[in-house]
């Protein structure tokens, strides 16, 4: 596996778009800090912003509502202005009929949205690729998680770690509207693919990945329940998606969306 970007590094002026992780349906948007200057945030938005908040939180936060606008758009034109104020646990709140989630880290963020009469809950989530302490890894791996990380090469373990936790966090974000229920990092397990020719996972993705909860989410997502994930690695950086359908809806779409503006 090529050696990674050192965490945290600017993303080349060059680099390709991020690719959504996520099936043809669910709308994606991703930016960087190159996109700030054509977003702006709604007053109530604004309203949301302690004016004591850092530079870099305005702009995260700024540039995660850009990408809700622009997922939104891509639904329903209509909702291309919506303001996205701040429901219960300072998650998103949407649109009637819509679920979504935002992320954002490190100067970069994304959005996912989908109609909510296809899918219980979206879930997005952006990190830095990095190695996990000994206390770290116990505490975001369940020991089934932990005997299949000790089985990759070494060089692999950071990046699968990444996946894995982000993950997580994607899973909570696509769970918690729906059934008020908070995951911890125990509570769910991935499975991480076995190595094959010494490379776990592509160089840039995007990739499928299951899941498997491990303690009940809500009455519609008992323990045992079972979803799928995506990914994408670009430079130092993981971003994951995670989808939940409903029940009885039609399979998700599986073709990928690469997406403009989002450096």
Known sequence: MAASPAVGSPLPHDAPAWVSPFPADVAFAAASAADAA????HPAEQALLSPRAAPRRVLEFTLGRGCARRALAALDAALADAAILRADARRPAWPAGIVGAITHHHGLAAAAAADSSAYRG???DL????SPTAGLLRRILRPEEREQWQALPPAERALAFTV???VKESIFKALYPAGGVFLGFQDASVALPASAGGAVFPSAGPGPLTWELREPAG???PAGYRGQAGYVIRGGFVL???WVPCQ????PGRARRRVS???
């Open 38 to 41: 054509g977003v702006a945030l």
């Open 122 to 124: 979206v879930g997005v």
């Open 127 to 130: 990190e830095a690729v990095r």
């Open 164 to 166: 894995a936790f982000s």
């Open 219 to 221: 009455a519609a997502a």
């Open 240 to 242: 994951t998606g995670v």
């Open 248 to 251: 009885g809806a039609p399979p």
């Open 261 to 263: 503006s989002s450096r």
